[in-house]
Structure formats: structure tokens, C-alpha cells
């Protein structure tokens, strides 16, 4: 048995992940479960600002989840951790997160706007990681609910392997509930698709002896139905489709149900050395920093040291604690399969693994900030608060990647878009009593290299140093980043030169001749040279930048523009104008379709074209127009296309200058 908090270690357990596209019922499917498996006396809710996950004042304010919950329940003694995400794109780092450390999930579709971008996004991850996944179409009772479209919809454009296990009675204002498919002398459903036979020949694509029987006609039992689904369902092959209207309460328990079982339980032995990743991290005003934590091997005990892998630090835990929505509980002890928040782990960051690598997934990488904002303090003597709030708020989220230019007194953020602008300044006003102002956001362009050059650095002088370098430098495929080798022998350059070169590549790129990023590219270290008296391991952190700068120089580079991925929904009537705005904007898009009287157009259009569109389209169609964007990558901009960022610190082309600089002799 397991008590409230789910301590003992032998009890059966889900770790379920919810996951929906912005305003499809999640937090409030949550609050739900909780409330029907008994976690909660009385229902709370998100537009009153009362829902149990929502725990940050924005939250409740704003009525949407901006960073993911933990909340857990016990239903028929199975313990379940739940996570629940935010559901608009501004916050899909959370999501990204989130996913990492879930062993199933529930992706919720409204069955009025059915599939939208952010619910392929997310299914295309869950599919990547091989999560088993429930589908749950929910908002049956609302005015437009169409379960046969969002079916043929799901089937279209996220996997043709959902299967449902319950069928709909009745729907919009008729919806009363749902009836079991797989159950024995199950009536034939009203709405097609959702029936027994349609089960079968779903499963009939994976099965070969189900296969078999539908062929030759043989009666297939339910119960024998039922239980190849749950083989596939647990393997991620097959996904049971559920309906329900949540903020009724109706398919809540169907849904508590099919969590125990068609998804998997967390595999890994507690007996083991320890393998966990930290998917969170918050400060708690008395305990300090707090890293939720998902243990796949071994034990974590209160006053254990713990070895951080990724950093090569250890730390001692002061606390465990089993976070519960708004409520805390010290729980000693956290076991493989589980989840709890870590204190004592003053330089862990999220992604950090502590113990052993092995066992730990690897992360989904679905958020990409394209945006960057400058932040400006109400005085100068705020800036040292501001600093400090924004450096805690990119601890838990370090997509943020604040830089503070000193010498300039510049903030700078990278962003996702114009909510969470808004929830930035409402944090910093609320948790941290800071009035910031952020200026208008610009795009984060790269650049890549034009050709293939050399670049070389004799760095011999003032003494004592030596470092000498030459690189190749080669554009790469796009969307590749950065790849590094190094040809040199260890008797040319010590391996401790070597690795202190590998370390600052990175670092020199984040600033090419334009001043953005240097990306898809290949670099190699072809040749290498250190002097027995006179080079430290620093010269080659000094060098580093002036070789490959100097070889950009040589190759040139070309300016890289992000893409955004788009889907349009407008009444016919305005799909002429929508044309017209496309080309204007640059986009490549496929051939319009028209769908009833909707006009539907899907394409790739700049970013920096497109900031204002949303609010342009929907004032354009009275309100009735939809577009849904997720990133579609980088590629070259066009040579009309002008955008160059200003330099922080000095040029390493300017070797003269750079080698004072960093040796903090450059009068000012």
C-alpha cells in the first residue's frame, strides 16, 4: 500500500505527462483527476485562478501555466506522478523538459479545433522518445465538437495507430458520457469510427494472428481485443483514443483507468547506482534552490552526497521533499521511478545528470528562441537587482541565456515571443519588486561560412606565451551547428592544449563578422604548436578566437534568417488577401485547399517578416482568422536582406587590441 504522499517504494506507479496545445483543457483535466481520485476535497479552477497546479500569482492572474507542475494521485493503489505543461508555444521549453522524464503521457486534443501546430509538435517529440501515449479528445459538450473529424484529423496528421476504447453519447449540449468499445456486448456507435470493428482492424496492422481471425471472419472476443492493445499501447505502437468533456467531469474516471492500463510503469532497480537528471529547478524561500529531480536507478537519501556528472562537482542533499501542487512534504528518501524536488544542490542546473549517465534518455530539443529583447532597470542602481532576478529566472529556464554587458550596462534575454515578454515583467514586478522596461525584440539571425578557407594564428608575442594554430574551416549541412575535430598528434600539442582549444571554439563562434552566431559548420585543427618554456594553457584560450576569426575572414560569411512553419485558417472570403500578405512577407507556401467555407494555406515564412501578423490577420477577419507557427529552421537570407548586430568587447581581427584586452592592459 502507499500512504498520501506515495513514501514506500514497492508501491506500482505511472509517471504521466499531459501535454495539449494552449487552451485544450489540460490544467483543468488535471484538477479533475486529482479531485475524483480523492487527492483534493474541492475543485479549483483556472479561469478563478484556484487551479491546484497554477501556483505562480501570473498564473492565477492570467488564467494559463506558464512553467510545468508537479502534482501526484493514488488511484486504485497505483501512485501517479502527473506533470502538467503549459500549453502555449511562449513556454515550450517547460514542455521540452518535461518530456524527458516521463514514461507515458496523455496528449489532449479539443474536439472543436481539433489538431493544431503545437499538438503535432509535441506528438512528433513523444514519438522521437517512443513515450506511450493516450489520446484524449475532451470539450465534447462544446458548440462545434465534431469527434469524427478530430478522428480522421488525428489519424491524418499525427499517427493512423489511434485506436478508440470509447465511444460518444450524444454531443455539444447532448454529450452525457461515453461507452466502452473493448467492453463485452458494447452497442454499435453512432459516430464512425468509434466501434469494436474499428479497434480490430487498426490492431489487425500490428497483430498477425488478430490479423489472421479478421481475415477469415472469426469472432475476435473484446477481452482479447483489449489485451493486444495493451501490449502495443505500452510498447508506443498502438495509442487508445478516449472522449470526455473534463470541465464536467465526464471521462475523468475512463481516464484514470486507461493510465493504469495502457501505460507503462518506470522500469530501473533502486538497488542500483544512482542515474537521474534534474528537469527543474526552483528556489524555495526557506530551503533555496530545489531541483526536481527523476531517479531511474538506484536511491537518493536525505544527507547523501551526490556526484553531478555533468559538472563534476558533489553536493550534499539537505532535503527530499515530494512537491504536491502548493504543498510540500519531506519524504527522506527518493527511489528509482520516481520523482521528487533535491535541496542542498546549490550548482545544479536543469539537464544535469547526477551519477550515472547510462540510464538517463536523452533531451528533445523542440524550443528554439528566436527573439532577442535588451532589459532596461527603472535606475542604474537597479541593475544589480535586475541582474541578479533575471540570473535566478534563467536558472530555471536557461533558454533565457541572459548576458549582462558591464562595460555597455546591457541586459540582454532571448525570448520566444510576446507573451512571455509579458509574464517577464509581471515575474520581476510581483516575485522581485522590479519595474524593468524591454525594449522592442529583434531577430536572432546566424551566420554561416560563404566557402571553405584557412584561418592561422602565430600567437608568439609580448612574451611569455606561445600558441600557434591553423585551422580548417568548412561550411556544413544546415541545421548541423557546429562540428569540431582536431588532426594534431599529442607529441605536436599537448592533449591539455588540445582540450582547452576544443573548449573555446564555441565560445569564439557566438560572434561572427556580423555579430551573430556562426553555425553549420565544420572545424578542424590541422595544425599545432606550444613551447616548452614559454606557452600556458591560457594562450590557447587567447589564441583560439583570432585563428578563426581571422579564418572567417577568409571564407566570409552569409546571413542566416529563422523560419517559422505556418498554418492559416481564415473564412474563404479572405483568402485572396491572405495570398497577397504571404507574398509580401516572402513565404514559400504550398496551393491553398478549401475546406467547407474555410480557406486553409500552409507554408514557411520569415520570421522577421511575419512578428506582427497574428494581430493583423485576426483584426483583418473580424477575429475568425487562425494561424498556428512552430520554427521551421534557418536558411540564407536574401542579399537584399541587410543584418548586422553590434560587437560585444573587442574584435579578435584586431589582434593588436584583443591580446591587450585580455591581458586587461588596454587603457580606456
Known sequence: MV???GKQLSVSRRNVGIFAHVDAGKTT????????????????SVDSGTAQTDSMDVERERGISVRSATTAFSWKETFINLVDTPGHVDFLSEVERSLRVMDGAILIVSAVEGVQSQTEMIWHALQSLQIPTLLYVNKMDRIGADPARVLQEIHKQLTPMAVPIYAPLGIEDTFRGAVNVLAEGAPSAPTPGFDLAAAVEKLSELDEPLLSSYIEGVPIPAREVKTTLQRYARQGLAYPLLVGASSKGIGIEELMEAILDYLPGPSGSAEQPLSAVVFKVERDKTMGRMAYVRVYEGTIRNRDTLFNATRGVEEKVTQIRKIDGRRAEDIGLVAAGDIAAVCG???VRIGDVLGRPEAVPPAPRLAVPLLT???HAQSDAQYPALVAALQELTDEDPLLDLQWLQEERELHVKVMGAIQL???TSL??????????FDQPSVIYKETPSKSGEGFIAYTMPKPCWAILRFQIEPGEPGSGLVYQSLVRGEQLLAQYQNEVERRVPEALQQGLLGWEVTDLKVTLTYGEHHVWHTHPLDFAVATPMGLMQGLAETGTKLLEPMLQVRITVPEAYGGKVLSDLVQMRAIF???QISGDRFVVEGRLPAATSLDYPVKLSAMSGGRGVITSSF?????????????????????????KYILAVRKALST
Open 3 to 5: 500512504d498520501e504522499m
Open 29 to 44: 483535466t488535471t484538477e479533475h483527476l486529482l479531485y475524483h481520485s480523492g487527492r483534493i476535497r474541492a475543485l479549483g
Open 345 to 347: 544542490l546549490t550548482q
Open 373 to 375: 529583447v535588451q532589459v
Open 422 to 424: 509579458e509574464i517577464l
Open 428 to 437: 520581476l514586478d510581483s516575485r522581485f519588486g522590479l519595474q524593468a522596461r
Open 590 to 592: 504550398d496551393p491553398p
Open 632 to 656: 521551421g529552421g534557418y536558411q540564407p537570407s536574401p542579399p537584399d536582406v541587410q543584418a548586422e548586430r553590434k560587437r560585444r568587447g573587442v574584435n579578435p581581427l584586431d589582434q593588436s
